[in-house]
């Protein structure tokens, strides 16, 4: 029998990937391309539907190049939450003052809306139980009435499609305008099996969206991996160099498929927490651009400042509350490269490997080992640095968009010891942010034993390092790095009903790479940095009364 593939789409923040994915998830091939973001003003992202769907055909194209169309079974889509605006015609729709059609797409980072979150918030409606208690500047709600307010005549009068992005790609290729209960679960509000709540849009200003059964955001849904339509149009066939019929799944937020790519792998013989316990015991933590925090539970667990419970939203039957901070990879760029010593750094790195950027944090992370003693650990080096990592305002477990970040220990030396040591107390950060998630998790009921990283931080060693000691708990990190492409070819395959659930596909095409365990002797430190971390965030607010006191 000839080889089997399925073809699995990411659309990230800043490009577009494709794989070509075999049947027991090895990643035979590859390919990316970049995408433009502009910022027409601050805190407003927007980008190009056109663009994208482009650079999905290019890289696409790319994958299955030289493979026979007959052996591609299946192909699955994920993308970042952002909010796709099209006419009665499928045409573009712009989202900013500047009239640009083409550039109709809001963010997922877009924080425009945030007077709107707030507002929405203030309502006290029954469905803000399901995201936390807090709605979030980015999700959907708070930006469709940020373009009804503020684009009325230019977008809001034209627009007859809102999609999330991951729905938009499944519509490009099927036709299909049934959307995903992945992204309208957790970002719009949608409650299965009762569906959209009429008094929630009304009570907001939105009840133009009731009109036609919520034909302009969303009829008919479906879990994640269940196949669309009659599979891919003769239009979209062409667009991606595949065969007119081939199955298409329905989509997922792309943090959402690097849960799939690694949360459902099989860990016998690991010595892990987790092994002979339910898949509820183990946490899916994608970082990147921003982290996503995944738990999953048979029953519906309420967790504050967490978004969920979200019925089949990831796993099929399954509850997922989802975590997250806004800026991690981002923040750890913008510390790095805003810093004086980063030219320093950039020449230290070319000079002992051809420059790429990442080698500019391996070298930061071969500093620090230099920079500590033979016999203590690189950790005990931020024991004077403390960061508030929420730069980006605190997506959870706090879901406050207003919070600013916060650098405790500054001195007048700027030498590029003080670059790594920046460099180390940021991730560190970070590492004490999801702790806090766990926290809030395990207060609401989870068990969280193990996390299972995947995404682009996941590639840096002290990255994971830190988030093993500062946790307590063990890391696996998946065999294929590109888990989150792996995640996508699943909803493929589940589609192809070459699988016959996405339980079964996630188990056989997703595996453990690598377990990385907690250094025990650093637990104390990492307890008092800790309390030092919540500190941080007591003191803000303290500033924050103290300069709006009248």
């Given at each position: 029998?000839?080889?089997?593939?399925?073809?699995?789409?990411?659309?990230?923040?800043?490009?577009?990937?494709?794989?070509?994915?075999?049947?027991?998830?090895?990643?035979?091939?590859?390919?990316?391309?970049?995408?433009?973001?502009?910022?027409?003003?601050?805190?407003?992202?927007?980008?190009?539907?056109?663009?994208?769907?482009?650079?999905?055909?290019?890289?696409?194209?790319?994958?299955?190049?030289?493979?026979?169309?007959?052996?591609?079974?299946?192909?699955?889509?994920?993308?970042?939450?952002?909010?796709?605006?099209?006419?009665?015609?499928?045409?573009?729709?712009?989202?900013?003052?500047?009239?640009?059609?083409?550039?109709?797409?809001?963010?997922?980072?877009?924080?425009?809306?945030?007077?709107?979150?707030?507002?929405?918030?203030?309502?006290?409606?029954?469905?803000?139980?399901?995201?936390?208690?807090?709605?979030?500047?980015?999700?959907?709600?708070?930006?469709?009435?940020?373009?009804?307010?503020?684009?009325?005549?230019?977008?809001?009068?034209?627009?007859?499609?809102?999609?999330?992005?991951?729905?938009?790609?499944?519509?490009?290729?099927?036709?299909?305008?049934?959307?995903?209960?992945?992204?309208?679960?957790?970002?719009?509000?949608?409650?299965?099996?009762?569906?959209?709540?009429?008094?929630?849009?009304?009570?907001?200003?939105?009840?133009?969206?009731?009109?036609?059964?919520?034909?302009?955001?969303?009829?008919?849904?479906?879990?994640?991996?269940?196949?669309?339509?009659?599979?891919?149009?003769?239009?979209?066939?062409?667009?991606?160099?595949?065969?007119?019929?081939?199955?298409?799944?329905?989509?997922?937020?792309?943090?959402?498929?690097?849960?799939?790519?690694?949360?459902?792998?099989?860990?016998?013989?690991?010595?892990?927490?987790?092994?002979?316990?339910?898949?509820?015991?183990?946490?899916a933590m994608i970082c990147g651009t921003s982290s996503c925090h995944m738990a999953?539970?048979?029953?519906?667990?309420?967790?504050?400042?967490?978004?969920?419970?979200?019925?089949?939203?990831?796993?099929?039957?399954?509850?997922?509350?989802?975590?997250?901070?806004?800026?991690?990879?981002?923040?750890?760029?913008?510390?790095?490269?805003?810093?004086?010593?980063?030219?320093?750094?950039?020449?230290?790195?070319?000079?002992?490997?051809?420059?790429?950027?990442?080698?500019?944090?391996?070298?930061?992370?071969?500093?620090?080992?230099?920079?500590?003693?033979?016999?203590?650990?690189?950790?005990?080096?931020?024991?004077?640095?403390?960061?508030?990592?929420?730069?980006?305002?605190?997506?959870?477990?706090?879901?406050?968009?207003?919070?600013?970040?916060?650098?405790?220990?500054?001195?007048?030396?700027?030498?590029?010891?003080?670059?790594?040591?920046?460099?180390?107390?940021?991730?560190?950060?970070?590492?004490?942010?999801?702790?806090?998630?766990?926290?809030?998790?395990?207060?609401?009921?989870?068990?969280?034993?193990?996390?299972?990283?995947?995404?682009?931080?996941?590639?840096?060693?002290?990255?994971?390092?830190?988030?093993?000691?500062?946790?307590?708990?063990?890391?696996?990190?998946?065999?294929?790095?590109?888990?989150?492409?792996?995640?996508?070819?699943?909803?493929?395959?589940?589609?192809?009903?070459?699988?016959?659930?996405?339980?079964?596909?996630?188990?056989?095409m997703a595996k453990v790479g690598k377990v990385v365990q907690p250094n025990r002797?650093?637990?104390?430190?990492?307890?008092?940095?800790?309390?030092?971390?919540?500190?941080?965030?007591?003191?803000?607010?303290?500033?924050?009364?103290?300069?709006?006191?009248?």
């Amino acid at each position: 029998m000839a080889e089997r593939f399925y073809v699995g789409v990411d659309v990230g923040t800043a490009s577009v990937r494709a794989a070509l994915v075999t049947r027991d998830g090895q990643l035979r091939r590859t390919a990316e391309e970049p995408i433009s973001i502009w910022e027409p003003q601050s805190d407003h992202y927007v980008q190009s539907s056109t663009e994208i769907w482009d650079k999905c055909c290019t890289v696409v194209k790319k994958v299955a190049d030289g493979v026979k169309s007959s052996q591609v079974r299946g192909i699955g889509f994920d993308a970042t939450c952002s909010l796709v605006v099209l006419d009665q015609s499928f045409q573009p729709v712009p989202v900013s003052q500047d009239g640009d059609s083409q550039r109709n797409v809001v963010m997922w980072m877009d924080h425009r809306a945030a007077e709107q979150a707030a507002r929405i918030t203030n309502t006290g409606h029954r469905v803000l139980s399901r995201v936390g208690g807090v709605m979030s500047p980015e999700m959907q709600p708070p930006k469709l009435l940020w373009l009804k307010e503020n684009l009325k005549e230019r977008c809001w009068s034209k627009a007859a499609h809102f999609f999330d992005l991951p729905d938009f790609l499944s519509w490009k290729a099927t036709g299909s305008l049934t959307r995903s209960l992945c992204t309208l679960v957790c970002k719009w509000t949608y409650c299965p099996p009762e569906g959209w709540d009429a008094s929630f849009w009304t009570s907001i200003g939105l009840e133009d969206l009731l009109e036609n059964n919520f034909c302009k955001i969303g009829s008919v849904s479906c879990s994640p991996g269940s196949p669309l339509g009659d599979g891919l149009t003769q239009e979209a066939a062409e667009d991606l160099g595949l065969d007119p019929g081939i199955a298409v799944g329905a989509s997922l937020i792309d943090a959402h498929a690097g849960g799939l790519g690694v949360i459902g792998a099989d860990v016998t013989g690991f010595q892990l927490p987790c092994e002979n316990q339910p898949i509820t015991s183990r946490m899916a933590m994608i970082c990147g651009t921003s982290s996503c925090h995944m738990a999953i539970s048979e029953q519906p667990l309420f967790v504050p400042g967490v978004w969920g419970p979200c019925l089949s939203a990831m796993v099929p039957d399954m509850w997922l509350n989802e975590g997250g901070q806004s800026a991690t990879g981002r923040l750890i760029d913008h510390v790095v490269k805003g810093h004086t010593a980063y030219s320093q750094l950039q020449e230290k790195a070319q000079q002992r490997v051809p420059f790429t950027g990442e080698n500019v944090y391996s070298y930061l992370n071969s500093h620090l080992s230099l920079m500590a003693n033979s016999d203590s650990a690189v950790d005990l080096l931020g024991s004077s640095l403390h960061v508030w990592p929420d730069f980006h305002g605190n997506r959870s477990p706090l879901a406050d968009p207003t919070l600013k970040g916060m650098v405790v220990g500054l001195s007048l030396s700027q030498t590029l010891d003080d670059l790594a040591l920046l460099y180390l107390a940021t991730i560190q950060a970070l590492a004490l942010g999801t702790l806090h998630i766990l926290e809030a998790m395990k207060q609401a009921g989870h068990d969280i034993r193990t996390l299972f990283l995947c995404g682009g931080l996941s590639k840096n060693s002290l990255f994971v390092q830190i988030h093993a000691n500062a946790t307590g708990l063990p890391v696996v990190l998946p065999d294929q790095m590109e888990a989150v492409l792996v995640g996508a070819a699943v909803l493929g395959a589940c589609a192809s009903r070459d699988y016959s659930n996405i339980q079964e596909a996630m188990e056989k095409m997703a595996k453990v790479g690598k377990v990385v365990q907690p250094n025990r002797e650093v637990q104390s430190f990492y307890e008092r940095k800790y309390k030092v971390f919540l500190q941080l965030f007591s003191h803000q607010r303290e500033y924050q009364a103290l300069m709006n006191h009248t």
